[in-house]
């Protein structure tokens, strides 16, 4: 796409030492026009660190454009429900959409690859999978047969693992596990025992108060606790292996998209990189004081066992390995992918996560952590 | 500053249910002027990750402005020497630079903070407490004694702690050690008996080759390469505890600033918003190709010891403490900059440390790294 191409042109230049000036002629240019745009959100306003991105896009986009680039942003269910923002992008009903590309694996699991797949890539080795690692190109290329563009705008970070009322010691606790989880993970789940279960957003928490699930998952800290879950499961796991990161993403009508003049693309491409880095600061900020509230109600938190993380990744393997088989899409993009994970891993386990974990151990902090948080199983 | 203000009203107005809505007005706007700035980079050409995210922001602000917003990108040495690029933007010599806050740590330690601090924040929680935190407000308001204004361009990540001609085996090792090394590194260093160095870039190399100096530090992998001196120092230090993070810094004139019509200023948020992402993802694009070739051609990679770490680690709390006994602004941001950091290390130490140590230790993984960058001492 362009952003990709001006990259690739701007490390040519870099090679060959030229100095870098605007492209854009200062020949007289025409008046840019008028535009008024909507956005379907798949979130609602309540998730505000989720839907507040689509509405710094928006803001930004008219600051950049002395108002005549005009993006109204619609809450989940304001002009059409959440889960078919996609589809509403598609034919053309709304002219973008902010959403979560795993929403829709139900029409092909490639979607997924766009936000995150168990066991997959961390928030920053996304971002550079996606903007130097041939990511862009991969699935713009699959979008297009859905007559969309897309953009990465926000990010959760590595999310938790979701709210049981029981313990999770084994492999054995999970056979039989009734867990609200959709998706690719739904699909790793039921091959570890768990029988995923759908339930509409509303439904959730009365249907954990009463049993008739005995799990739940939903984001991190902060925008967990709005939803209420701690005060009905006790344990809090972590981390969510199918959510190492969760990149949300902005669909824009490709039709639509190439008729806007380079200066409003260039604005709706800045501004959604602006609101991915400002989303994801949000969570990491918002999300300590959070944790600290649910430990102080109750929340008991607890890491996965190992042996359970081990089982989940060796059946997410073999998941990958039964939609390749089946669908060329899925595996070019997966086979990328995963080659770019291993590297990354390679180069993350020695600078980025020496420093982490030295950090996280060094006495003073861990002191705090403990009394904080409570025992914190190291694994 | 201008895009804090607009966040705190972005969250009132999300805290309102207020459905967002570009707020610059349709009325007829007044032509935009032509502006051409200079910006004067602290990098050489040659170092394109670093160099590559000021010609990012002027290739961008070009094509969000038509043309009219024009910033010419210099390298250093081109209009200013790398290192006075902060006294060229506060006279007015140039509207803007591109450099380090920290290289200026001689005027005032405080703007190491804008930087790095060993054992300080890494890149997500620096974005985190920039945003979010305050951190902006407080460093902005440090800055304006400088006549200059800060947007963060651009992050290194973690950073490796460099070329050692022999191994560090206990602190014992770092007495004498001569080292090249600056700034508020430097003199945690002395405390624990380094020898510091200061030498002029082009320098560097012969005083290594020669045994004039024992080690050297620069960035990481990518960048390090370029500068050969693992043909001259054989073992590769993990990681830079000084540099657990290293945000690079747009300063542009107050003055020049304040003079923008606020469609630039929006377009030169934006853009180096963007730009600052583009460079941390291209570093961790590019590191691990060149770790690779780094290990084939000889290099010794080794994690500091803990207990050189944790003996660093009390050298800087020391250090922070002397330098807050004397001066008030440092000790302004360093107490609440300490304060968000042991929040994030709480938080980050639960979900996103336990996704990333999971995936760093997970079977396959593990094998095909230490096959590619030889046994790396699990801390």
Not at 50 to 66: H, M
Not at 67 to 82: D, H, R
Not at 234 to 252: D, I
Request: a neutral charge; aromatic letters at 12%; charged letters at 20%.
């Amino acid at each position: 796409m362009e952003r990709r191409s001006f990259l690739q042109k701007a490390g040519a230049g870099l090679a060959a030492g030229i100095v870098a000036s605007p492209a854009v002629s200062q020949q007289s240019t025409p008046a840019l026009p008028d535009i008024k745009w909507r956005m379907a959100s798949s979130f609602p306003k309540s998730i505000d660190t989720l839907f507040g991105a689509g509405q710094l896009v928006s803001k930004r986009v008219g600051e950049l454009t002395s108002g005549k680039f005009q993006i109204q942003v619609f809450a989940a269910g304001e002009l059409v429900p959440g889960l078919q923002v996609l589809d509403a992008v598609q034919s053309g009903t709304v002219e973008m959409g902010h959403t979560a590309s795993s929403y829709y694996v139900g029409k092909d699991p490639t979607f997924a690859l766009g936000t995150a797949i168990p066991f997959g890539l961390n928030a920053r080795q996304f971002d550079a999978w996606w903007i130097h690692g041939g990511g862009e190109a991969l699935m713009n290329e699959f979008y297009k047969d859905y007559s969309v563009l897309c953009l990465p705008l926000g990010n959760t970070g590595a999310q938790m693992g979701g709210w049981y009322r029981r313990e999770i010691k084994s492999v054995a606790d999970l056979k039989g596990l009734k867990m609200r989880i959709a998706g690719l993970a739904g699909e790793v789940m039921i091959k570890v025992g768990v029988t995923p279960q759908q339930i509409a957003g509303g439904d959730v928490y009365p249907s954990l108060e009463k049993g008739t699930i005995d799990a739940t998952e939903f984001i991190g800290p902060y925008d967990d606790e709005k939803l209420g879950f701690y005060k009905i499961a006790k344990f809090y796991y972590y981390p969510a292996w199918w959510e190492g990161n969760a990149t949300l993403n902005a669909f824009v009508n490709l039709k639509q998209w190439e008729s806007l003049p380079g200066e409003y693309k260039a604005a709706l491409q800045t501004a959604c990189s602006e609101a991915h880095t400002w989303m994801v600061a949000r969570e990491d900020a918002l999300n300590p004081a959070a944790l600290r509230r649910l430990v102080a109600a109750g929340t008991q938190l607890r890491p996965f066992p190992r042996a359970v993380l081990q089982a989940c990744h060796q059946a997410a393997r073999e998941l990958y390995q039964e939609i390749s088989n089946k669908n060329a899409k899925f595996k070019k993009v997966y086979d990328a992918m995963d080659r770019f994970q291993r590297d990354e891993i390679l180069w993350f386990r020695v600078a980025e996560n020496g420093y982490d974990n030295y950090m996280a151990s060094a006495e003073a902090n861990s002191a705090m952590t403990t009394k904080a948080i409570g025992a914190v199983e190291n694994r």
